[in-house]
C-alpha cells in the first residue's frame, strides 16, 4: 500500500473535479461536473431522485470510473479506477446500507477485515484504539462488547463512520446519514459529523433533509440532472434551494412565501 498523503491544513482543497461526466451508454449520468472539497469544511450535495448525486459519490468511491474529465487528489492528477484505490489514497464512503453486520459487537464490526495482527486476533488492543476512538467523537455508545442488532438507528451510524475513520481518510463521504433517524437520533448523527469536520476531514453528505443540510454544511452544491446547478450557503432561503433543485421558481415554497408576504403588507397598511 502506497503512503498516505499527509494530513492536509485546514481550508486547504484536497479534491478537485473537473468536467467530470459519466454516460451509461446513451445515457449521460454526469455532465461537466465542477466540484471543490476542502479540509475542515462539510460539503452537502442535494437533488432530486436521479440529479446524479449517487453516481457523482460512486465515481469518488472508485466505483465508476468517468468517462470524461479530471481528478485532482491533494493537487495531484489521479485515477480513482476502483474502491481499494480511493481507501488507499483517503477518500472513504459510508453507504446508506451501512454494511454491518448485526450479530457482531461493535470491535469486530470496527475492524473487520482490518484486525490488528493478521495471524493472530488482538482482541485487547483493538478494543482499546475502539473506545479511545469512540470517545474522541463523543460516541453515545454502551459498550464496544454490544451486538450492533442491539443498538439504535444513530448508534449504529456511528459505528459506521468511526469504522472509516479508523483507516485514517482525508475525505469522508456520507450517504443519507440521517434517514430514517428520530429526532435525538439525527442531532446526535449532526453533531457527529461536526466532530469529524473538526478533525480536519473533509465531509460530503448527501441528503434530502434541508433542515440537516443548513445545520452542518459549510456549502450546498446542488445538481440538477446530472449538471451543476449552483452552489449555495446554508443562509439561502428555502425558495432558492427549491427553485435550483428542481428548476422551477414557481413552487409551494414561493407561492407561501408570496401569501405571507403579502399578509404582512396588509397588516402594516
Known amino acids: 500500500m502506497q503512503a498516505r498523503e ?9 479534491l478537485s473535479l473537473r468536467g467530470v461526466t459519466k454516460r451509461f451508454g446513451a445515457v449521460s449520468a454526469l455532465t461537466d461536473i465542477e466540484l471543490d472539497i476542502h479540509a475542515g469544511e462539510v460539503v452537502a450535495l442535494v437533488g432530486d431522485n436521479g440529479a446524479g448525486k449517487s453516481t457523482l459519490v460512486k465515481v469518488l468511491a472508485g466505483v465508476h470510473q468517468p468517462t470524461a474529465g479530471s ?13 481499494a484505490k480511493a481507501l488507499e489514497m483517503g477518500i472513504a464512503t459510508v453507504f446508506q446500507d451501512l454494511a454491518l453486520c448485526e450479530n457482531l459487537d461493535v470491535v469486530a464490526n470496527l475492524f473487520l477485515g482490518h484486525e490488528l495482527s493478521p495471524w493472530r486476533l488482538d482482541e485487547v488492543q483493538m478494543e482499546v484504539r475502539a473506545w479511545t476512538l469512540l470517545k474522541e467523537l463523543a460516541a453515545r455508545i454502551p459498550s464496544v462488547r454490544e451486538p450492533i442488532a442491539s443498538l439504535s438507528g444513530g ?3 456511528t459505528v459506521a463512520i468511526a469504522r472509516s475513520l ?3 481518510p482525508r475525505i469522508i463521504m456520507l450517504d443519507e446519514p440521517t434517514a430514517a433517524l428520530g429526532v435525538a437520533q439525527t442531532a446526535e448523527v449532526l ?10 476531514l473533509g465531509v460530503i453528505i448527501i441528503s434530502h433533509n434541508m433542515e440537516d443540510v443548513r445545520a452542518v454544511a459549510d456549502r450546498i452544491v ?3 440532472l446530472g449538471r451543476n446547478n449552483g452552489v449555495f450557503t446554508p443562509e439561502t432561503s428555502n425558495q432558492d434551494l427549491v427553485a435550483a433543485i428542481t428548476g422551477a421558481t414557481e413552487n409551494s415554497v414561493s407561492r407561501r412565501q408570496g401569501r405571507l408576504a403579502a399578509e404582512a403588507g396588509g397588516t402594516t397598511a
Open 6 to 14: 499527509r494530513l492536509p491544513a485546514k481550508g486547504e482543497r484536497i
Open 191 to 200: 453533531n457527529l459529523i461536526e466532530r469529524v469536520r473538526d478533525r480536519g
Open 71 to 83: 481528478i485532482e487528489y491533494m493537487g495531484r492528477p489521479v485515477t480513482l479506477d476502483s474502491p
Open 166 to 168: 479508523l483507516l485514517d
Open 155 to 157: 448508534q449504529r451510524q
Open 222 to 224: 446542488v445538481l440538477r
